[in-house]
């Protein structure tokens, strides 16, 4: 071994910098307070900082201590930005060893672990979400290719099952709620469905799906001669958090023997709740479900459940054989490689697997009901507020609310956004809503009180008045 070679591979480095940087993440932890949420550099101005760092050789620890500094800090109390999961500490522990062991997951012997905690871990919640005896899944890195392979597999099982006639292809449709996310859009262009064959069905004033335009425009599709083989329901929607009626929709797929896709991506996990599991009653029709555990999970990024109600189909949607990785044989889901979009895979189950295996179900039931209860305080405090209006009821940890005592609300909304993410004290977004910008918050922080909730309405406050 070259001198060099010997040092990324010494014990004795690796153990001392290993306990050092635990120290510095615990302390950056507790003092989350005392820092801001958001140290903001331009674009320019972090590339001349990386781009000096590079050429400079340094210790892992001083690199490690820089990034997590100049970074934004989801563990801060006044994160209430996007939606990505505030990592619970087991769980980033689980990602040293998946890191450590860097086991891929395409075939079995590689991946012996992870491919049986995938299968045990989506045995669980395909029993949890009622999808019965033939159901299971796997995990995928994100919710983006969850989306994906979900959809890949509900035109697979038309096509093999329904369609007889290969010209079908091109008259192939999906109905889907215009609030969406865009990873349904996305996954629909790269099948190759054109944009007309996408039909989104408008909400009604409390964000939901509007059932009777669905079933207008599934009985026009079909008087055209198109083929719609998935219907696609929001549990609950990005932009206001709303559940679509699953119940109502997964009767009519089932009726009409349409697949039935459920994006539960951020919040199929309300079923973890007893408080909240009616949100997504009637889940149980769903032919697939796609779930984020970097979402709701307390799981750090990213790792996404895809379930279904008949596991022998998400066989069929990869068929392509390789046959030196494996022999010819049916679905067997040792292999992960089989199932997936993915080759190489990292183990990603073992950090939402040591959340459950720690402390069960319940911190995922109790980690909802918190948020969830927390997000209709906030709607309260700004109701009451007449400097304020919310856009909608919460149902679950997403509100959009804006200010109104102005002129202009959409151009100021997005200003005093702006002045306020600089501050640095604060994390939200916003989004725009009929056309109108909103202030948007996602409650994801076990550490947010309604005390923090209160200073940020306090602050928006302070610099609205300076704006004016
Ligand atoms: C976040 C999200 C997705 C996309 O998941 P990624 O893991 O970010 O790829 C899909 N649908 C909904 C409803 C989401 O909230």
Same mark, same amino acid.
């Given at each position: 071994?070259?001198?060099?070679?010997a040092?990324?591979?010494?014990?004795?480095?690796?153990?001392?910098?290993?306990?050092?940087?635990?120290?510095f993440?615990? %302390?950056t932890?507790?003092?989350?307070?005392?820092?801001?949420?958001?140290p903001? +550099?331009?674009p320019e101005?972090?590339?001349?900082?990386?781009?000096?760092?590079?050429?400079?050789?340094?210790?892992?620890?001083?690199?490690?201590?820089?990034?997590?500094?100049?970074?934004?800090?989801?563990?801060?109390?006044?994160?209430?930005g996007h939606?990505?999961a505030?990592?619970?500490?087991?769980?980033?522990?689980?990602?040293l060893?998946?890191?450590?062991?860097? %086991? =891929?997951?395409?075939?079995?012997?590689?991946?012996?672990?992870?491919?049986?905690?995938?299968r045990?871990?989506c045995?669980?919640?395909?029993?949890?979400?009622?999808?019965?005896e033939?159901s =299971?899944g796997?995990?995928?890195?994100?919710?983006?290719? =969850?989306?994906?392979?979900?959809?890949?597999?509900?035109?697979a099982?038309?096509?093999y099952h329904?369609s007889?006639?290969?010209?079908?292809k091109?008259?192939?449709c999906?109905?889907?709620?215009?609030?969406?996310?865009y990873c349904?859009?996305r996954?629909?262009?790269?099948?190759g $469905?054109?944009?007309d064959?996408?039909?989104?069905?408008?909400v009604?004033?409390t964000?939901?799906i509007?059932? &009777?335009?669905? +079933? &207008?425009?599934?009985?026009?599709?079909?008087?055209?001669?198109?083929?719609v083989?998935?219907?696609?329901?929001?549990?609950?929607?990005?932009?206001t958090g709303?559940? &679509?009626?699953?119940e109502?929709?997964?009767?009519?797929?089932?009726?009409?023997?349409?697949?039935?896709?459920?994006?539960?991506?951020h919040?199929?996990?309300?079923?973890?709740?007893?408080k909240?599991?009616?949100l997504?009653?009637?889940i149980e029709?769903?032919?697939? $479900?796609?779930m984020?555990?970097h979402?709701?999970?307390?799981?750090p990024?990213i790792?996404t459940?895809?379930?279904?109600?008949?596991?022998?189909?998400?066989?069929?949607t990869?068929?392509?054989?390789?046959?030196?990785?494996?022999e010819?044989?049916?679905?067997?889901?040792?292999?992960?490689?089989?199932?997936?979009?993915?080759?190489? +895979?990292?183990?990603?189950?073992?950090k939402?697997y040591?959340l459950?295996?720690q402390?069960?179900?319940?911190?995922?039931?109790d980690?909802? &009901?918190?948020?969830?209860d927390?997000?209709?305080?906030f709607a309260?405090?700004i109701?009451?507020?007449?400097q304020?209006?919310?856009?909608?009821?919460?149902?679950?940890?997403?509100?959009?609310?804006?200010?109104?005592?102005?002129? %202009?609300?959409?151009?100021? %909304?997005?200003?005093?956004?702006?002045?306020?993410?600089?501050?640095?004290?604060?994390?939200?977004?916003?989004?725009?809503l009929?056309g109108?910008?909103?202030?948007?918050?996602?409650?994801l922080?076990?550490?947010?009180?309604? $005390?923090?909730?209160?200073?940020? $309405?306090?602050?928006?406050?302070?610099?609205?008045?300076?704006?004016?």
């Amino acid at each position: 071994m070259t001198d060099i070679l010997a040092k990324a591979f010494n014990s004795a480095d690796f153990e001392e910098t290993g306990l050092s940087l635990i120290r510095f993440l615990s %302390n950056t932890f507790e003092q989350a307070d005392n820092r801001v949420v958001l140290p903001y +550099k331009t674009p320019e101005e972090q590339y001349e900082y990386w781009k000096e760092d590079f050429g400079q050789p340094g210790s892992p620890i001083h690199l490690f201590k820089d990034v997590v500094e100049k970074s934004i800090l989801y563990h801060h109390p006044h994160y209430m930005g996007h939606q990505t999961a505030v990592p619970a500490l087991p769980a980033v522990l689980s990602s040293l060893v998946i890191d450590f062991l860097s %086991n =891929g997951m395409g075939v079995y012997e590689v991946g012996m672990i992870g491919n049986t905690m995938e299968r045990v871990v989506c045995e669980h919640l395909c029993q949890k979400f009622g999808l019965g005896e033939q159901s =299971g899944g796997f995990v995928t890195s994100g919710g983006t290719l =969850g989306t994906l392979t979900a959809i890949l597999t509900a035109k697979a099982h038309y096509m093999y099952h329904q369609s007889t006639e290969a010209a079908d292809k091109d008259k192939l449709c999906i109905i889907t709620s215009e609030q969406s996310h865009y990873c349904v859009q996305r996954a629909a262009v790269t099948m190759g $469905i054109s944009e007309d064959r996408l039909i989104k069905i408008p909400v009604d004033n409390t964000w939901r799906i509007r059932i &009777d335009l669905l +079933k &207008d425009a599934y009985q026009k599709a079909l008087n055209q001669g198109k083929k719609v083989f998935c219907i696609i329901a929001c549990a609950p929607s990005t932009s206001t958090g709303t559940y &679509d009626n699953l119940e109502e929709i997964g009767a009519f797929c089932q009726a009409e023997n349409i697949w039935f896709h459920v994006d539960g991506a951020h919040g199929a996990s309300a079923i973890f709740s007893e408080k909240y599991q009616h949100l997504v009653k009637g889940i149980e029709y769903a032919d697939s $479900i796609v779930m984020d555990f970097h979402k709701m999970m307390l799981t750090p990024g990213i790792s996404t459940a895809v379930l279904f109600k008949n596991r022998s189909y998400a066989f069929d949607t990869f068929r392509q054989e390789a046959e030196y990785l494996w022999e010819k044989q049916d679905f067997e889901w040792q292999h992960g490689g089989k199932s997936t979009f993915e080759c190489t +895979k990292s183990m990603t189950i073992l950090k939402v697997y040591t959340l459950f295996k720690q402390f069960g179900d319940k911190i995922f039931g109790d980690f909802v &009901d918190y948020q969830y209860d927390l997000t209709k305080e906030f709607a309260r405090l700004i109701e009451e507020n007449p400097q304020f209006e919310t856009a909608h009821q919460p149902d679950s940890n997403i509100l959009c609310f804006r200010y109104i005592n102005c002129e %202009n609300p959409n151009e100021f %909304n997005a200003q005093l956004r702006q002045k306020l993410i600089l501050t640095g004290e604060f994390y939200i977004v916003q989004t725009t809503l009929n056309g109108n910008v909103y202030l948007r918050v996602t409650l994801l922080n076990p550490r947010t009180t309604l $005390i923090h909730i209160q200073n940020l $309405i306090k602050s928006i406050s302070q610099i609205a008045e300076l704006l004016q």
